[in-house]
């Protein structure tokens, strides 16, 4: 072992080595790196300090940033290193810098010049380095700085200066595209090179330019499909092998190219047949390097065009990793399944048995592959079990960043193949209260937008309506819901809580105002349960009831008239004279059931023609467009304008400006959002839009041209006449009324947090109105779906297995269903086999595997413990040989090994270490298992503490 | 890509960082922390990739040491796991059956190996003879220039006397 002695540290630096390995805990290291960066501040700055000195100082401040604590202060000292005449020492400098600093750091300015320099060196070590620093620390800007060196420097003599040259080429190419689009032939030309290491690395940044671009490159097909042919024959030398595999690395690679290539391509495609076929034989499926290159065969194969020798070859490779033993290549396996089932659907049904083990596995990474898998092959037949499956997992699991992720797909599959609405309810009800903080509230947008008019059949609809009230104001008595699910749980019981006549508007009411007063600090969802107080009350007037508020009720409305948010307020106020008008004036104003009727809005006011009339012959001056006003506007102008256009309560500095001929620059986000067309749209966007805007546009709000200025401040007029703009016509024209009834706060201009969530909303809502025309053609279609599986589950041919027992709700749900699919649960007579599914089985392997493992994971513990003790004074041996275990006979006695020939296998201590200490029995003798695994416990935690030897020998 | 390189011992010291995309420091000690509490508690026999925040980490555990890296979701995690076995096995050449104690005292000569290696993030030389050659070139290239210096200071020593 080369480790100690001879490497030239100071016995300071290994001392500072020793004693953070010798730390107890994170906080006595802290102390040590913060102590040792102390001293390197001080000596640091010393005058004169001699270089080899320096040099080690700033190996220490690397190790000092490295255990993630801050050396900035020394980085220009390693700066000042690359300048360094010495090989030894630039190198350094360099290996410092480009661990410090980041792209975007100040200094990388300082570099350049010495980069710029050492890229010209005689000896190719230097110009190798500065490459190296190239790679990562030159940004777009400095890019043309050494550009034209780096071309240079691929025709250098030296394979190695070429290949790190193309790697910067590439990381440039990835940096800015623009400034290398002329150079793009260099790597054609570098394809070519005598030298595989050079063609090997000219593969990645064609990797990318064919990712961006397959076209352009049609005609190197042959090449890459020679290549690969000489590679696999092993043309390359010696060198290039790994595992007895010729450059696999580089194969990878090739087959990566030529899936980008030949997908959609008959004749590309027809010309890498031949290969890949070879390849599939040639690989060996012992070796892991060999399972990497069969599985980027299979990607290669399902993403060409089809052949079905080839397909049926990567099936066989597929079920052979899906059968393995190994974790890994089970996943593999999984993922390549999901590749070859949009070639051949079929293919699945072989392996429903192993994919099931893999849901059921412990292991969580392969479970979530096998989610991923799931996802790709659900179809109507077998959504319902599938989501069940994905909301089970779902609510085990705390990682935000996945819960979201498979909370996304519960929906998506839910929205796309729901067999019933009143599935799809459950479901999202499901989602909402799982994980209603991290689902998009387009997703509630779009649910409710459905409760409101999913079904086309009236009766059904109401039906539908009413259970979703029931099962909601039985929720509700669940602490702790999710602000959106509480949203949603509102709008439903505001619009049709009092529907069906079951529950009283008291009843309802009360209900709302516990909602209102539980989350006092969420003003979203205050406001959505004062504006379904506002709709039960404006429905019992209208239907010529009297209404008597709650005394909670009240004192709720006394509270939000006085509220912070302006928002709140507003609805506050406007419920308190919705109360003292009559039936007929409410009914108009919030007509029953009419949050999906669309409203007509009177773009040219033509109510107002009359008062106009008046005015004028009153003698009025007539109305000059702003567009053709003298160049001036006075301040009070402006003033009146902001009132109207964008009312907020940001700080006003139009005012302070001067008067400007012609109006400012729009910005690009208001002309975007200003489309005068979709009239109701319109003020909804420009408050998203303009909100955002105003702190860095300060004239963001008086800039609109005046022409859409105009237009559109009598509109906003209009819409706060009315208040709901939504109900204030029922008449049908293109736009959005359902977001104003959901998202009260969207329609007015609020402050704080309401204000956000108000544009939120409008964004959401407005999507949600595109987004939501393109879902109801799916659901729509899957009663058809429906019935072509009805006549396939009777033909028997894809097989719709037995519900399986342990979903029994699902038959259910089914038969309750309104639509002609009642059949489809009753007992198919197709063989189980069929379906891939049958969740009901139980699966004993993972079972077994899980009672097997913890004396697995005994016999790794002891391993190491029992050797480390018999060896305690060999100081190679206790920190175990990592890689006697391979391919190599073990070279000392000291190193524990085992005579394996599969060095994947057991590459790790944990499994070779167990025929070392055959003596100790696993099973009957836990408590001497116990003991052992202690002692290797404090071993590997406090080295020093029970084994000085580890560090002894370094110090001496 | 590979976006980074961790090596974790078992005790979630780190012994070796390297980062090919951007991290700032608060960013780099948090992806240690995560992936050291989701790694090091997994059991022997799973897999040895782990879904990460939309990326994949590919890691394998060499005695006390856990060599990880974090490639892109579309990444062949075979692959990169022969990467991680490639670099040990260069340094297992370079140091003689490599040790935990061999990285901790000499991780600026990792550093340099790894950097012949991998270069912004892709592999870069897949051939051992060739990056074992050229760590050789550079190290005696440093031998040299000890070897110099030590003579200089001799005949300045000689002169002065």
Not at chain 1, 86 to 92: A, G, I
Not at chain 1, 572 to 593: C, F
Not at chain 1, 857 to 877: D, I, Y
Request: glycine share 6%; proline share 6%; net charge negative.
């Amino acid at each position: 072992m080369g480790s100690q002695g001879g490497w030239g540290q100071s016995k300071e630096f290994l001392d500072l080595v020793k004693s953070i390995g010798e730390a107890r805990s994170k906080a006595e290291e802290d102390r040590i790196v913060l102590q040792e960066i102390e001293t390197l501040k001080r000596r640091i700055n010393e005058p004169d300090v001699p270089r080899r000195k320096m040099k080690e100082y700033i190996i220490r401040l690397v190790y000092v940033e490295m255990l993630g604590h801050d050396a900035s202060f020394g980085y220009i000292h390693a700066v000042k290193m690359t300048h360094d005449d010495s090989l030894l020492l630039k190198r350094t400098g360099y290996l410092a810098v480009t661990l410090f600093l980041n792209e975007d750091h100040d200094l990388i300015i300082l570099i350049v010049n010495t980069i710029q320099k050492d890229l010209r060196s005689d000896n190719y070590l230097v110009v190798c380095a500065a490459l190296a620093a190239v790679c990562k620390l030159i940004n777009e800007e400095t890019i043309p700085a050494v550009l034209p060196q780096v071309v240079e420097l691929l025709g250098h003599p030296k394979e190695t200066v070429r290949k790190k040259a193309i790697m910067a080429l590439h990381r440039f190419h990835q940096r800015a595209p623009t400034t290398m689009s002329h150079l793009i032939s260099n790597f054609r030309k570098r394809l070519c090179d005598n030298d595989p290491g050079v063609m090997g690395a000219t593969l990645c940044p064609l990797f990318d330019l064919i990712t961006e671009d397959a076209n352009s490159y049609k005609d190197l097909v042959m090449s890459f499909v020679s290549i690969l042919k000489q590679v696999a024959e092993r043309r390359l030398s010696k060198a290039y092998d790994y595992h007895q595999m010729p450059a696999p690395f580089i194969q990878i690679k090739l087959l990566k190219i030529l899936g980008l290539l030949g997908s959609g391509d008959k004749q590309a495609s027809g010309a890498m047949y031949n290969v890949l076929e070879d390849i599939f034989k040639k690989s060996e499926p012992s070796s892991n390097i060999g399972n990497a290159v069969l599985y980027e065969c299979i990607c290669c194969v399902s993403s060409i065009c089809q052949n079905d020798k080839l397909l049926k070859t990567a099936a066989e490779v597929t079920s052979k990793f899906l059968k393995s033993e190994s974790h890994n290549l089970k996943y593999m396996g999984i993922d390549a399944l999901g590749r070859l089932l949009k070639r051949n659907p079929e293919i699945a049904e072989e392996h429903q048995l192993a994919v099931i083990d893999c849901l059921e596995d412990p292991d969580d990474t392969l479970k979530r592959k096998t989610f991923e898998l799931l996802h790709k092959m659900t179809k109507s037949s077998n959504v319902e079990v599938i989501v069940d499956r994905m909301i089970d997992y779902m609510i085990s699991i705390s990682d935000n960043h996945y819960k979201t992720d498979i909370a996304s797909r519960c929906v998506e599959l839910a929205e796309q193949y729901a067999p019933s609405n009143h599935w799809f309810i459950q479901i999202m009800n499901k989602v909402f209260e799982h994980a209603g903080d991290l689902v998009d509230v387009r997703v509630a947008h779009n649910f409710m937008r459905l409760i409101a008019n999913g079904e086309d059949d009236e009766g059904a609809g109401s039906q539908l309506r009413s259970s979703a009230v029931v099962s909601y104001l039985h929720i509700l008595a669940e602490p702790k819901l999710p602000s959106v699910f509480l949203q949603v749980i509102c709008w439903v019981l505001g619009e049709y809580g009092i529907t069906d006549g079951k529950f009283s508007a008291s009843y309802i009411t009360g209900k709302l105002c516990d909602v209102a007063e539980a989350r006092s600090n969420d003003d979203t969802v205050r406001a959505y349960a004062i504006a379904a107080i506002m709709k039960i009350c404006a429905f019992e007037i209208a239907a010529g009831r009297k209404v008597e508020l709650l005394p909670e009720c009240q004192s709720l409305i006394d509270e939000l008239s006085a509220s912070h948010s302006t928002d709140l307020q507003q609805i506050a106020y406007e419920l308190q004279a919705l109360l003292g008008l009559d039936a007929r004036a409410v009914e108009t104003i919030m007509p029953y059931d009419a949050s999906c009727e669309d409203i007509e809005v009177d773009r040219s006011l033509s109510f107002l023609n009359s008062f106009v009339n008046q005015s004028l012959q009153n003698g009025a001056r007539p109305y000059i467009p702003e567009s053709e006003r003298p160049g001036t506007l006075n301040i009070s102008n402006y003033g009146a304008h902001d009132q109207l256009e964008a009312p907020s309560h940001a700080l006003r500095f139009e005012a302070y400006e001067l008067p400007k001929p012609s109006p400012p620059p729009i910005p690009p986000a208001l002309l975007a959002a200003a489309p005068v067309a979709d009239l109701v749209a319109v003020p909804e966007s420009a408050y998203f839009s303009t909100e955002p805007h105003q702190p860095s546009e300060p004239l963001g709000g008086a800039a609109m041209s005046p022409a859409e200025h105009g237009l559109r401040l009598r509109l906003e007029g209009v819409q706060k006449k009315w208040g709901r703009p939504s109900y204030s016509s029922s008449s049908s024209s293109s736009s959005s009324s359902a977001p104003s009834v959901s998202a009260p706060s969207a329609q007015k201009p609020a402050n704080g947090v309401a204000n956000a969530n108000g544009a939120a909303a409008a964004a959401g809502a407005q999507a949600r109105d595109s987004s939501y025309d393109s879902r109801r053609n799916p659901l729509v279609e899957v009663s058809a779906e429906k019935q072509r599986l009805a006549a396939s589950l009777f033909g028997g041919s894809s097989a719709r297995r037995e519900p399986p027992p342990a979903a029994p709700p699902a038959a259910g749900r089914r038969a309750v269903k309104p639509v002609a699919t009642v059949v489809a649960p009753a007992a198919p007579p197709a063989p189980p086999a069929g379906d891939l599914l049958d969740f009901g089985e139980p699966s004993p392997p993972p079972a077994a595997a899980a009672a097997v493992d913890p004396f697995q994971q005994l016999e790794g513990l002891l391993g190491p413990a029992s050797a480390a003790s018999s060896q305690n004074s060999t100081v190679g041996a206790v920190a175990a040989d990592l890689l006697s275990l391979h391919a190599d006979p073990p070279a000392s006695l000291a190193e524990i090994s085992l005579p394996g020939k599969n060095p994947l296998a057991e590459i790790s201590l944990v499994g070779p270490a167990a025929p070392s200490s055959p003596v100790v029995k696993k099973g009957p003798n836990p408590q001497d298992s116990l003991e052992k695994d202690a002692l290797q416990r404090q071993l590997g935690v406090v080295p020093s503490g029970q084994n000085p030897n580890l560090f002894r020998d370094l110090l001496g | 890509m590979i976006h980074f390189v961790l090596l974790i011992s078992r005790q979630g010291k780190v012994r070796l960082t390297k980062w090919y995309s951007t991290y700032s420091q608060k960013e780099r000690s948090k992806v240690i922390r995560e992936l050291s509490s989701l790694i090091l508690t997994r059991g022997p026999k799973l897999c040895n990739f782990v879904e990460w925040k939309g990326f994949k980490v590919v890691y394998k555990r060499y005695a006390s040491l856990y060599f990880c890296m974090c490639v892109d979701p579309d990444d062949n995690e075979l692959e990169t796991l022969e990467i991680i076995h490639h670099f040990v096995e260069i340094l297992d050449r370079y140091f003689g059956s490599v040790c935990e104690l061999d990285l901790i005292f000499n991780f600026h000569k990792a550093y340099f190996i790894l950097d012949e290696i991998l270069i912004a993030g892709e592999l870069q030389e897949p051939s051992k003879r060739i990056v074992s050659r050229l760590i050789a070139a550079q190290d005696k290239l440093v031998e040299t220039a000890k070897e110099e210096a030590s003579s200089l200071s001799n005949i300045i020593a000689q002169a002065t006397k």
